[in-house]
């Protein structure tokens, strides 16, 4: 959808945030929440890096997930 595209540093700085943020609460052991808690805290974090890596390599995230059943928008595995 290209949302929001002419605001680049907007995504890097809403990512930094969300790095700091999940990582208290996945790593923290002040934080007691339950495992799966954590768990989608870990993936939520891991697609955040993923995306975070390709914003400042590449000033855009790569889409590689083509669904060919309709045409639609092609997603990359962090928005699983």
Avoid: H
């Amino acid at each position: 959808f290209s949302i929001l595209k002419e605001y680049p540093l907007l995504f890097k700085i809403i990512g930094v945030l969300n790095i700091f943020v999940f990582s208290y609460l996945t790593f923290c052991p002040i934080v007691k929440m339950n495992k799966v808690f954590k768990i989608g805290c870990a993936c939520i974090l891991g697609s955040t890096l993923g995306n975070l890596m390709d914003r400042f390599a590449n000033n855009r995230v790569t889409d590689f997930i083509d669904i060919q059943l309709f045409d639609f928008a092609i997603f990359n595995l962090a928005d699983v």
